[in-house]
């Protein structure tokens, strides 16, 4: 059975940091590419950062360009987004799926995806 599992959220104050986990079982991630996507409450879910598979290619949005990123421990089956100077708006559920593939146009869409995780919780406030 596949799951993605996401760990490492929580409460932080705006400026903080938080280091996010996503393990595997069932599947082989170094066979995927990776994203991370959060979904606010009211919002549709976003794309944030994905990986390829051999750690070449790296995607993020503008808006955590230069304060989140993306790597991933293939032997270890995770991957982790590190979030640093985190702002109010931030806060949102937290996922991580794979994919076959990135493409620099397309990375951002849910539908290039196909297993999902749960879902960990970031909350920004002070």
């Known amino acids: 059975q596949v799951q993605l599992v996401e760990s490492g959220g929580g409460l932080v104050q705006p400026g903080g940091s938080l280091r996010l986990s996503c393990a595997a079982s069932?599947?082989?991630?170094?066979?995927?590419?990776i994203g991370w996507f959060r979904q606010a409450p009211g919002k549709e879910r976003e794309g944030v950062s994905c990986i390829s598979r051999d750690d070449s290619i790296r995607y993020s949005t503008d808006d955590v360009q230069g304060r989140f990123t993306i790597s991933r421990d293939n032997p270890g089956n995770t991957v982790y987004l590190q979030m640093n100077s985190l702002k109010p708006e931030d806060t949102a559920v937290y996922y991580c799926?794979?994919?076959?593939?990135?493409?620099?146009?397309?990375?951002?869409?849910?539908?290039?995806?196909?297993?999902w995780g749960q879902g960990t919780q970031v909350t920004i406030s002070s």
């Open positions: 069932g599947l082989r991630l170094d066979n995927y590419a």
């Open positions: 799926a794979t994919s076959p593939r990135i493409f620099r146009g397309t990375w951002r869409l849910t539908n290039e995806y196909n297993y």
